[in-house]
């Protein structure tokens, strides 16, 4: 007997007014299971409950006992919900919350999450908020002319998402097919050599750069673009790769697809999050072997530009795509940047600290208003830690690229 | 049209004399929930969209219409304000009925008024069942979207 169809989700059509026009209209329909997930749940303040530990002394497990101070109503929660309970803080999605559950316990039983939400509503415990911190602001300064561009622009490209689940076998195959020789011991030391003979490049191209750059004409500004644009296919294969390794080790991708991260980002990606059930080592080759590919890449194009004819268009193609891969790579594992990459995924990995960067802003923003202690604990000096240098990384990343742009100028 | 099923072709060139025709381009706005107002109309051809007021610049949309479809009946009847706002969706065209009008009709010829009532009872009981369903899918989607168990509270 076919098991029952699952329920269909309900959705709304909402129609929403073009602000100042006044017959300017769009209508979107949002499907319950998105509100859900983009839901911000938010605990009662922090003088409306208390929390209590209750250590067994039959089999040692921690409990917990959550109260409601106003209610007086009680709740026996166990350690992974009190860990979520600690996420529901108002600012973070269910999708996050849910990423950082996994990391933290590896477990992919997410009816962990909507079961404590039903338990903590029934205690009073909780209010659910469906709004996004950027729209939420932009909509406040609405009235300004760029903020409802960007409103608008943003509206738009959310929207843009062209995307597979049925991906499974394509990799497989894919894998089969000669995907599976780049997690070889020679595809390591090919790639190492690669990187080496990558950078003598580099640094043998570096003293003759503006010769170098005058290869791009009267037009450096489209050449970089267009360099950009490249470089943009081979964020594809970056994504492509991820999916080898998932591939690799057993795992299954899910979806892979193009859309626009944040709402302004162009980017392909896929979803690795199978990979969560497999080991640390598993997570680190597979964080990483994307990132690689700006590696070789980046090496071959140096390799390029240091055989091809000093001061040709070639040359100073070959140079920017270069430069623009390793940047990419070593971006991707940096993982002091504010923005959750590879190398970022690796570290939260190693620290056991799922949501390192949304407790270190939100530990910085309350020192900030003078809310803080004065003496640090390890973890607070961490989080101070990890703000300060990724502040100095993004502000020493784009004056880096604006030198480069006004360099090639 | 639906409306006129049951009127006969020569009470139905009656009707088609007191019809008046209104163009509405797209994203165009009607009218809107609150305003006042006197007649119904008719989508002769376009789409439009039935939308209420919920926050800000956020309208629930109640209904899509096209050709064949009526609305604004009910200010006709009861001289209440706008229950929804209009807007088109697409080029439109619609044909306008006034109060005035529809009286005329009425006391010219009973029998064509009776049909086109008998019509009107019709798609009222559909409209009704159907926001008995639009209830219940908002409702449905309330509570999906914020995981609300209500059985066991």
Redesign the interface.
Known sequence: MAPPEAPR???????????GA????E?REIG??L??IR?RPQRVPEDSFELAEVASRVDGQRSFILKNTATDRFLLITEPERFLWEQMNGTRSLQEIATAYVLKYGEFDFDVI?HL??KL??AQLLT?T?TSRLRKALARHRRQPVAKMAESALTVLERVNISSRNVQDGFRLAYRFGGFLLFTPAAVVLCAVLAVFGLVAGVRLWPDAERVVSGFGRSPLMAVLSVKLLFLVTVAAHQIVHGLALVHYGRRVREFGFTFLHGFVPTFYVDVTDIFMGSRRARVVTAVSGALVHLVLGSVWLLIALRATPGSFLQAFAAASGMIQWQAFVVALYPFCFIEMDGYHVLVDVLGIPTLKQDAMHHVATMLRGAAGPRFTRQEALYVGYVAVSAVSVAAFIAFNVWMIIHAS | MRLFRNVDDTDLATFARSLREQPL?R???LFREGDLGDEMFLVRAGSI?V?KG?TG?????LARMGPGDFFGEMALFDRSARSATI?A?TDVTLLLLDRDALARLTADSPRAAAAFFQSLVHVFIERLRASGELVA??T??????????VE??
């Open positions: 989700r309900a959705r709304l059509e909402l129609l929403v007014r073009r602000d006044d017959d300017g209209f209508v319950s299971a509100a859900f839901s909507p939400i039903r509503q029934r659910v469906p | 381009r994203g165009q706005v969209v939308s919920v610049r956020v309208e629930q949309v807007q969706d899918e908002v449905r989607w309330g509570l999906e979207a914020t995981g609300l168990d066991s509270r």
